[in-house]
């Protein structure tokens, strides 16, 4: 069909249409003439099909309502009346994206599917939800997902839960995110970002149900929204379909919307701020010292890019000027940098973490001082360059990883249209990086450095001291207020709230109406694709043995992989091999200094990256091969230089660079401790790892809390342990890095592959040669049932165990399990009635069985529920169509598109451990083979691995010593 522009089509009148050649689309943009909705259609081959709507959320004050209301219109709506639409649809749909996502001035309700007539059903399931909520009827929505007072008996303690209230609880937990947020509001105040969007836990409980609904109906409408649709969908189908079943039913109105942002500052502004530690921690050193700069409004994709490639180049690359300035001064423990682009006011910020009161003014005096030096001639051209190129190839290669490519032009375009601009502004950028990349050899850089930081009276000097104890200090208070509100309440109060309670828990326990269901859009087993995806792997010859080849589209990019065996590394380097890859790229070479591997790597490479791990044979889970993965990606032109300088990293890396060295343990340190915070729940399972098989053990010691209680003792006695670490890096250089166990590996296209085998020679000859022995490590396992408190304040609670092959008896019916338990049982218990974030569970080829539930307000309930998992399976009932649901949403996960890098990575695992083709589509058929018989029979294996599981908590101090009799040992989890 043809369109033209001024022409209605379904009640859409044609605005614009434009070539966007750059991203290899059609954009049509549209408005609905009778609701006021804007549209943009992107027409593209892309079969992954994205739908979103964007509501623009201007909050009103720190309560969350924005946050809250996107958590609580996707619990039934009219057409759609279950609980949970967005579960059932987890369940059930064959997405390869369901979500939404609550940002400072806006929400997406964004889906994806490559099946045209599940996405179909998508549209309609989130377009029902945001425009007819059930949350005008059914105020317990909001109670679940906002904010209750919970008191099931007179007797019991009164308490607050919700999942967004618990959610935040953990958000504000860490001083990275408390900083970030203060910098926000004092920067814009008496503006909409001068509140918080997801929500102030200690606000949260002043938000009350009318004003949660009065939100919704001033800006839930299709005047205030942005409909975006991608793909190689029908257009005509879709416009038909959204104007008949939802926008020719509303009247334009105007929304008053607008995100009102004031002048900027007439001069800077200074403020000290605190957040909490634990109160037995030493607060010494612990300040974050902070400079934060308006960068501007409404800004253009060159405005936007120019500040992007600034920042890359100052702050966030191994030369960076700034950064090194200040970890040469040894202000800090580390230091960082950022751009928020997302706003309509973006700003940029410089942090420096771990540092001391009167150290300010020596802060705020050498960032100054270095900006002007590079004012004044001393900014280096040829790495600004290399910051450009790769921004400039991570935006052509488009490659987003679990995201959807559409859904990433649709949040690039939100930086224009949401700001009432060219919505395809940001999507057309090939003109742009030409004229960033002449204006590098001008004086613009050096003006934007001076309008931007020198003189900019937007700035912002925050510091955040640390009190210990606070954070205990105000639950004890938060605590004792609830229960003197208790008392104060009169009984026919208290006798209200236990009914709501209750009446909560009620409406949680009450599964859905079977007629209920059978309204949610569904697909049926034809809809399946019966053959599972395969990822070729063919082995190679070259002058020195066998390579791995992965053919792929991969648009002349070159994604390579080098593998290489650890299994020679003694026992005693095990950690220093753990802390090897964050060093290689980072340091110079006997032939460039680090600021020129940097800029290399950045003109030659789009990624340069070193990783451990083990991998397990499928046929023999009892062992491990413990390999080093370097992971690199470049176009096909550079295959000679990008070898060559990978090479010269892997083999002659120099660690004399002592002070540098230091900065860069000093940095990994410090992203540790933030993970310790906002991550337990991995730190946790590796721990229930290392205390139950080698391979768990090998994994701590290599990147899990081991590992770092090893960082911070090396740290802590750097100058003492120097020069024996330096000797062991030499080592490992020799041990690792071998002619003898290197397996290259390459997914790229065919061509491609005669480019890396011309080249390969050259690097291989760099390898050492030479027979290591083969080491047996002892490796003795973790102790069981740890607890470790945190700043946060709510846990990660993990429990797991293996089971013998025999017991497992594994089957891709597992993942069926795995499906069910994840989005029925736990999430029912422990995310819906819990009040907890998110939970999970896995079941693998080799045995491990774990659940784990993140950001949770609770630790024996979240333990017991992982209990009575066989009791619920035992009694699990389902109707030939609810199993083909469950099919379908396992298949799905099963199917999201991939990109070149990660069919790469699962390809050559497969091929390494030994995963065959058959056996992957043997699983394929066990998962549509699946009947409820098959789910109950796995109640007695359950049954045996709860019966012998252990777990591991991190999470606030309160709770877990509270709950002390659970654990071996409690550990303070941030040393």
């Known amino acids: 069909m043809t369109y033209h522009i001024g022409r209605i089509y379904h009640g859409f009148t044609l605005y614009s249409m434009n070539a966007l050649q750059d991203i290899h689309s059609t954009g049509y943009h549209f408005h609905h003439e009778k609701s006021g909705a804007d549209l943009v259609y992107l027409v593209s081959s892309d079969s992954n099909k994205v739908f979103s709507i964007t509501f623009r959320t201007p909050p009103w004050d720190n309560t969350g309502i924005p946050h809250i209301l996107e958590h609580s219109v996707l619990c039934g709506s009219r057409k759609f009346p279950v609980k949970e639409p967005f579960v059932e649809l987890i369940k059930s749909s064959l997405n390869t994206f369901l979500n939404a996502l609550t940002y400072p001035d806006k929400t997406v309700f964004p889906v994806a599917s490559m099946n045209p007539k599940d996405f179909m059903n998508l549209m ?3 377009m029902d939800a945001v425009l007819y909520p059930n949350i005008y009827k059914i105020p317990e929505i909001f109670y679940q997902e906002g904010w209750h007072y919970h008191l099931e008996k007179p007797e019991d303690p009164l308490t607050i839960n919700g999942v967004v209230y618990n959610e935040m609880l953990g958000e504000f937990s860490t001083a990275e995110s408390v900083l970030y947020r203060r910098a926000k509001q004092l920067l814009f105040p008496n503006s909409p970002y ?3 969007s997801g929500g102030d836990p200690d606000k949260i409980p002043t938000l009350t149900y009318e004003k949660f609904l009065q939100y919704h109906q001033t800006y839930y409408h299709p005047s205030n929204s942005r409909l975006f649709i991608y793909g190689n969908g029908d257009m005509d189908t879709h416009l038909a379909f959204l104007n008949q079943e939802y926008l020719k039913d509303f009247t334009a109105i105007d929304p008053k919307s607008e995100i009102h942002v004031p002048h900027s500052f007439t001069h800077e502004k200074e403020a000290v701020d605190v957040y909490s530690l634990p109160a037995d921690e030493n607060p010494s050193g612990k300040s974050y010292l902070s400079l934060h700069y308006g960068a501007g409004q409404n800004l253009t994709l060159q405005e936007s890019l120019e500040r992007s490639v600034l920042m890359h180049y100052l702050m966030n690359t191994p030369g960076a000027p700034l950064k090194n300035a200040l970890r040469e001064a040894s202000l800090g423990k580390d230091v960082f940098g950022s751009f928020e682009s997302d706003l309509r006011t973006p700003y940029m910020s410089l942090v420096l973490k771990h540092s001391y009161p009167e150290k300010q003014k020596d802060f705020e005096f050498l960032v100054r001082n270095q900006l002007e030096s590079l004012c004044d001639g001393k900014l280096d051209r040829r790495q600004l360059e290399a910051s450009l190129n790769i921004i400039e190839f991570k935006t052509r290669e488009a490659d987003f990883g679990s995201f959807p490519t559409g859904l990433v032009y649709n949040q690039l375009m939100m930086n224009s249209w949401l700001y009432e601009r060219d919505p395809f502004e940001y999507l057309n950028f090939e003109n742009t990086f030409k004229t960033i990349r002449k204006n590098i050899n001008s004086d613009h850089f050096p003006y934007l450095i001076e309008s931007i930081f020198l003189e900019n009276p937007h700035t912002l000097k925050l510091r955040l001291d640390p009190e210990p104890g606070l954070s205990e200090r105000k639950m004890k208070v938060f605590t004792e207020s609830l229960q003197k509100k208790k008392e104060l309440m009169n009984p026919d109060v208290l006798d209200t709230i236990i009914q709501t309670t209750h009446k909560l828990i009620e409406r949680q326990n009450t599964p859905d109406k079977p007629e209920d269901l059978a309204k949610i859009p569904k697909l049926s087993r034809d809809d399946i694709q019966k053959s599972a995806r395969i990822f070729p792997v063919e082995e190679r ?8 080849f992965h053919p792929s589209e991969s648009k002349g990019i070159q994604y390579t992989y080098f593998y290489f065996d650890l299994s020679a590394v003694p026992e005693s380097l095990l950690p220093v091999a753990g802390m090897l890859p964050d060093l290689l790229g980072q340091l110079s070479t006997e032939k460039r200094s680090y600021i020129d591997i940097s800029n290399d790597l950045l003109f030659y490479t789009g990624e340069f990256s070193v990783q451990t791990t083990a991998i397990l044979p499928v046929n023999n889970p009892d062992v491990f091969m413990p390999k080093l993965i370097v992971n690199f990606r470049y176009l ?13 990293i892997l083999t002659q890396t120099r660690f004399d660079e002592k002070k540098r060295i230091h900065d860069l343990i000093q940095e990994m340190r410090s992203d540790a401790e933030v ?15 290392a205390a139950l098989k080698h391979v768990g053990k090998f994994e701590e010691t290599m990147n899990g809390y081991d590992f770092y209680t090893w960082l911070v003792d090396l740290d802590d006695n750097f100058e003492s342990l120097y020069e024996t670490l330096k000797q062991d890096l030499e080592s490992l250089i020799k041990i690792i890095f071998r002619q003898e166990t290197f397996i290259p590996a390459l997914a790229a296209e065919e061509e491609d592959l005669k480019h890396l085998t011309k080249h390969l020679p050259s690097i291989f000859s760099q390898f050492q040669s030479g027979d290591f022995p083969v080491h047996s490590w002892e490796l003795p396992l973790n102790l069981p049932n740890r607890g470790f408190y945190t700043p946060g304040d709510v846990n990660f609670v993990v429990f797991g165990t293996y089971l013998s092959k025999e017991t497992m008896q594994y089957s891709g019916k597992y993942h069926i399990l795995q499906h069910i338990l994840s989005m029925d049982y736990l999430w029912n218990r422990i995310r819906v009635q819990g009040g907890a ?15 784990s539930s993140y950001r949770d307000p609770n630790i024996r309930k979240t333990l017991e529920t992982y209990r009575l998992v066989p009791d619920y399976l035992s009694k699990f009932e389902a109707d030939d169509s609810t199993m083909t649901q469950l099919i379908i949403g396992t298949i799905a996960r099963q199917d999201i598109p991939l ?14 451990s030994g995963l065959k083709d058959r056996m992957i589509q043997a699983e394929r058929e066990e998962i549509l083979s699946c009947t409820a018989k098959d789910i109950r029979r796995y109640a007695d294996i ?5 019966s012998q599981g252990i777990y591991c908590v991190f999470g606030s101090e309160k709770a877990i010593k509270e709950e002390k009799e659970l654990f071996t040992e409690i550990i303070y989890a941030v040393k």
């Open 675 to 689: 993970s310790l915070v906002n991550s337990g729940h991995s730190f946790a399972a590796r721990q229930v790892n």
């Open 899 to 912: 990109s070149v890098s990660q069919e790469g990575e699962i390809s050559f695992h497969r091929y390494l």
């Open 194 to 196: 001068a509140f918080e």
């Open 636 to 648: 096909s032109t550079f295959t000679e230089k990008a070898l060559d300088l990978v090479g010269e």
């Open 942 to 946: 359950l049954k045996r691995a709860v």
């Open 541 to 548: 010859g070259w002058d020195h043995g066998k390579m791995l």
């Open 124 to 126: 309609d399931v989130y």
């Open 837 to 851: 974030y998110g939970v999970f569970c896995t079941f693998t080829r080799h045995g491990r069985v774990l659940f």
